[in-house]
């Protein structure tokens, strides 16, 4: 075993060396807006492009912060620009059936020429219908077919006049109709004269009245049939003029759009509803509109001649690629069902719920078709109907738009049923990698639908090279962010707090979200400062800035500490008394703090005791870590003998829980301590987890544990005897803040790298942990000797009483037989 030496000041904070990189600040770098630290996931990302197909979509998992919306957006731009626009979608009445709107494909850009084609179309038939219906021949040949049946009548009623004539009767109009009346001499006959007529000529006129009676309703029983006649010709004459002022203008639309098969078919029906629907062209004031289309004109605000049937005509434009380079990016920010596959809108009047085809809206899914949708997993996850509407989508590639209110039975009222468009995107999910691991575990649909994995790292190595690009990539963000230009220094310091992000001197973060920010914050004290340039200076003073804002707890911790409300020792000696390290982390901020751990031992049956666990406030893992400990003092010290030990392990003045196993070799010290009755440094505090042949391993934190120890011991005082001691494999972690380098190199403070818990044992009692002899014992003056034979009295002791107990029972046993006796 070797003697733990403390690690010099530069084993604490690996420098940054750009030295092979000339410049003096960003201006001069190229400032290229590389993708760097993702290999796999740009590979995975390129192959989820370039595979047609189907389910080959991509999830991009990594930690928020990594850059995955914005490198799989700026692969896509890229890979979007080479390839041809889409084409356009249009919605366009259904003259068969009026709630299922057609869709039709047309090329980029000329849905909104068809639309503006067809403004053009309705405002020139108003004109050219206006001018059919109000000319001298619709007016000359609508009068000679009115006239030719009430000619037709006035012939039947002139005939019937004749003939009442012949009997002294006459035809008479009266507002209750056409009646027969006696005459003499040319004139009626009142009433009172007409009873004075003898009975035998009232008789012979009455009956000659019935039978003209039943002549002239026979008469007007041909009436109904005329005037049918006259409807009829009248819509015929309609239809011809009306095919007339139509037919140009439809014809050159059907031939300008020859090539688009589903246009002329349309314009054909559309030809055949306007012809059917003449009358209603004309004179179309706004109180002939019905209720449905004086609210619909209304709230549309068209204009006078594109209302009620006219409307009928319009084209709803519902994706317009006309101004789109190569194929469209979307990133869907808020993935409700509607927003994400489109929705029938309704306008509500009098408690009536209406709407039509113009009133369809796309979703994000028909904007992206034909190209590239992103979408965040976890925000879709939290819209209702949201996920399976996309996996519904996706499946079918189609988008069929269907109302929510109605597919769930809460609207009572018509709806429509848009005919569902050909569906053809790529779809990125961003999401956490427990959210992509939970869903490929719970939905059988998710891996047949995302079989691309594009896994983002959070670091990457940092050597030379790395640095380079690293600057590379912090200049393109100066310049992208409209920052001043950053120093040499302050690149420099950049670089190194990045490292301390990730936790480890040998690698830098790449989640550039805090990067951004931690640059965007310098700028400003530099500004404040009145610079041009940032310095390292400013970068300092924005972290500084960034930890005073979020350290309020910490100062509250400590300050606990040093009123000696939380006790921490931070002097002297105790046995089975130690000080743990634990980290917490509140947002983005993380800080260490002391925590003491205390260890009490008795004769038992060779358990170790987390008080923590039996109250419930005790991870699992830390759980476990406490019953390595176990493990650990059975192997070593009582292989051949049964441990007859009961030991009780807690974490003083923990209230709120303990998790991790970074504290199991401090718990082991404080364990051995306890048992050999030998006191403990208390200027030390320790970390690291330990297993069952005592090697102590890697922890996470090691530079916010060691900081958060120095914070205490600066505040009290440096004596030179104070330090920290940490698991060997963390120095390469070690990233520590300045004053605690400082203080090492003055010989305030010391930290040690420990292999074993043998090492760390010496450091802490100042005895001589002991290796085994030939015989298998320990020394007895050293820590092990003493451990091993506190152990060995526990086990005789143990031994003694369940001889004696024995005895007790052989006693008991043989008065017992004499009794019976």
């Not at 269907?402 to 468009?421: A, F, W």
């Not at 003055?746 to 290796?771: H, N, V, W, Y």
């Not at 009295?793 to 369940?802: D, F, I, V, Y």
């Amino acid at each position: 075993m070797t003697i733990a030496e403390p690690l010099t000041p530069e084993q604490l904070y690996t420098r940054t060396n750009l030295d092979h990189l000339n410049f003096e600040t960003t201006n001069e770098l190229n400032g290229a807006n590389v993708i760097i630290g993702q290999p796999r996931a740009l590979d995975a990302i390129r192959f989820g492009v370039g595979i047609e197909k189907d389910g080959y979509n991509i999830f991009a998992l990594g930690p928020e912060g990594a850059g995955k919306r914005s490198l799989i957006t700026q692969f896509f731009q890229e890979k979007a620009r080479q390839e041809q626009a889409p084409p356009d979608w249009i919605y366009v009445q259904n003259f068969d059936h009026d709630n299922q709107p057609n869709a039709i494909r047309l090329p980029s850009g000329k849905g909104s020429e068809f639309q503006r084609d067809m403004e053009q179309l309705v405002e020139e038939l108003q004109t050219a219908l206006s001018a059919g219906f109000e000319s001298d021949e619709y007016r000359a040949r609508r009068q000679v077919i009115e006239e030719e049946i009430q000619e037709q009548q006035e012939k039947e009623l002139e005939k019937l006049q004749e003939r009442a004539k012949q009997h002294n009767l006459a035809l008479l109009r009266t507002p209750g109709g056409l009646v027969f009346a006696p005459v003499k001499d040319g004139e009626v006959i009142a009433p009172e004269e007409f009873k004075q007529l003898p009975e035998d000529v009232r008789s012979k006129m009455e009956m000659q009245v019935a039978e003209l009676q039943e002549l002239l309703q026979k008469v007007l029983q041909k009436v109904p049939g005329l005037q049918r006649q006259v409807r009829q010709r009248l819509r015929e004459l309609n239809r011809d003029i009306t095919m007339v002022a139509v037919s140009g203008l439809l014809e050159e639309l059907q031939q300008k759009y020859h090539d688009i098969p589903e246009i002329p078919e349309f314009l054909t029906f559309l030809r055949e509803d306007i012809v059917d629907k003449a009358v209603g062209f004309i004179s179309q004031d706004e109180g002939q509109l019905n209720e449905a289309q004086q609210v619909l004109a209304a709230m549309t605000g068209q204009r006078r001649q594109e209302r009620a049937l006219f409307r009928r005509y319009q084209v709803n434009l519902l994706v317009d690629n006309s101004a789109t380079q190569g194929v469209p990016v979307i990133y869907e920010d808020n993935p409700t069902y509607q927003n994400l596959i489109g929705e029938v809108e309704y306008l509500a009047q009098m408690g009536a719920l209406l709407t039509d085809f113009t009133l369809i809206k796309p979703g994000s899914l028909h904007r992206a078709n034909g190209g590239y949708l992103i979408l965040d997993a976890r925000k879709i996850l939290q819209q209702p109907y949201a996920w399976e509407a996309l996996k519904r989508s996706l499946k079918a590639k189609q988008i069929k738009i269907e109302s929510l209110g109605q597919m769930l039975g809460l609207l009572s009222t018509v709806t429509l049923e848009p005919e569902p468009i050909p569906l053809d995107v790529k779809v990125a999910l961003l999401g956490d990698r427990w959210l992509y691991y939970r869903l490929s575990e719970m939905d059988p649909e998710f891996r047949e639908l995302f079989k691309v994995q594009a896994d983002f790292e959070e670091k990457m190595p940092r050597d030379g090279e790395n640095q380079a690009q690293y600057a590379e990539v912090l200049a393109s963000i100066v310049r992208r962010e409209n920052l001043r230009p950053f120093d040499r220094s302050a690149v420099v310091r950049v670089i190194e707090h990045s490292a301390r992000l990730a936790g480890d001197a040998e690698r830098v973060s790449i989640e550039f979200d805090d990067i951004i920010d931690l640059l965007s914050e310098a700028d400003y004290w530099a500004g404040q400062a009145g610079k041009e340039v940032v310095g390292a200076s400013d970068v300092e003073q924005a972290i500084d800035a960034q930890i005073h804002r979020a350290d309020r707890l910490r100062e509250r911790f400590q300050e606990s500490i040093l009123r000696e409300i939380v006790f921490i020792a931070t002097e002297g000696s105790h046995v089975g008394q130690v000080n743990g390290v634990s980290v917490v982390q509140l947002g983005e901020f993380s800080f260490g703090f002391p925590s003491r751990i205390t260890a009490r031992v008795r004769r038992g049956k060779g358990e170790v005791v987390n008080i923590e666990r039996e109250v419930n406030m005790s991870g699992p893992i830390h759980s476990k870590g406490v019953l390595i400990l176990s493990g650990y003092l059975g192997e070593k010290y009582a292989s051949e003998k049964p441990l007859s030990l009961s030991a009780s392990l807690v974490f003083e003045q923990s209230y709120s829980g303990v998790e991790g196993d970074s504290a199991s070799s401090a718990e082991l010290y404080a364990l051995l301590s306890a048992i050999a009755e030998v006191p403990v440094k208390q200027s030390f505090a320790i970390t690291g987890s330990v297993n069952q042949h005592g090697q102590v391993q890697a922890i996470g934190g090691a530079n916010e544990k060691i900081e958060g120890f120095f914070d205490i011991c600066n505040a009290r005082g440096l004596t030179g005897n104070q330090g920290v001691l940490i698991p060997a494999p963390n120095v390469k972690h070690l990233m520590l803040r300045q004053n605690v380098i400082e203080a090492v190199a003055g010989g305030k403070f010391r930290i040690f790298p420990i292999s074993d818990i043998d090492q760390g044992i010496e450091l802490l009692t100042g005895i001589a942990a002991g290796s085994l002899d030939e015989n298998g014992d320990y020394p007895a003056d050293t820590i092990n000797g003493k451990v091993q034979s506190r152990l060995a009295r526990l086990a005789e002791e143990e031994k003694k009483e369940q001889d004696n107990s024995e005895k007790e029972d052989k006693v008991v046993e043989t008065l017992d037989r004499k009794e019976g006796e």
